[in-house]
């Protein structure tokens, strides 16, 4: 974990913002992406992704190797959302560690879901997705998509060595074909990828991120 910022580093939350006013679109409406319905909300918040987020999308599905697809599970994630996940995940490692203090609490939970104020979805520049055949049969990449740490011993981090070769080779498939579209991987989720946000900009050493908070537009 040395070598891992994680969302809790203050390097992020001071990462200067440039809002470029970018909208939300509907990845759903883009025949040439599938979208799963295992995070769908009322709104379709899940479902959305900013202009130039989906535009990068498409280049990396594009990367893949024939017959390989990308299945996004989710992209925008409401405010009061992320902080409702972010409470509930701490509420659990405090019980699990009852000597840890609110900042190493703060810490151990963004290895798994981000800090609200700094959180990637909440921009519109992230997105949680997984791999699966032209039928729509996922493929094998080591742990459920959102497996905490817990659960999948570690599994979850992109560079997991408990995984077999055929789980190693497809996170690496994705992994080229994201990080060719311009996307920066979140380490300890093989499934996280994003562009424009605070993480993005802090790793990709941009002078700015492109995305702050977004808000979903209702006709």
């Not at 560079?159 to 498939?173: G, K, P, S």
Request: glycine fraction near 6%; aromatic fraction near 6%.
């Amino acid at each position: 974990m040395t070598d891992i910022i994680l969302l809790s580093d203050h390097r992020v939350a001071a990462t200067r913002v440039a809002e470029n006013g970018e909208p939300l679109v509907d990845v759903r409406e883009v025949a040439a992406l599938r979208v799963d319905t295992r995070k769908a909300d009322d709104d379709g918040s899940y479902a959305h992704l900013r202009t130039d987020v989906l535009r990068r999308l498409l280049l990396a599905q594009d990367a893949l190797p024939p017959g390989v697809h990308l299945l996004m599970v989710e992209g925008f994630r409401p405010p009061a959302l992320q902080r409702s996940y972010f409470d509930e995940y701490a509420a659990t490692l405090r019980t699990a560690h009852p000597d840890a203090g609110p900042d190493r609490i703060r810490e151990l939970a963004s290895a798994y879901i981000s800090p609200p104020e700094v959180a990637p979805h909440v921009s519109g520049g992230a997105v949680d997705l997984t791999l699966c055949t032209e039928d729509g049969v996922e493929l094998s990449l080591g742990t459920e998509v959102n497996a905490t740490p817990e659960e999948s011993e570690g599994g979850c981090r992109t560079a997991a060595l408990n995984i077999d070769d055929a789980a190693r080779a497809n996170r690496a498939a994705m992994g080229r074909a994201m990080t060719a579209a311009g996307f920066v991987n979140y380490p300890t989720e093989w499934w996280h990828w994003s562009y424009g946000d605070r993480y993005w900009a802090l790793l990709s050493e941009a002078p700015a991120a492109r995305y702050g908070p977004a808000a979903l537009s209702h006709p």
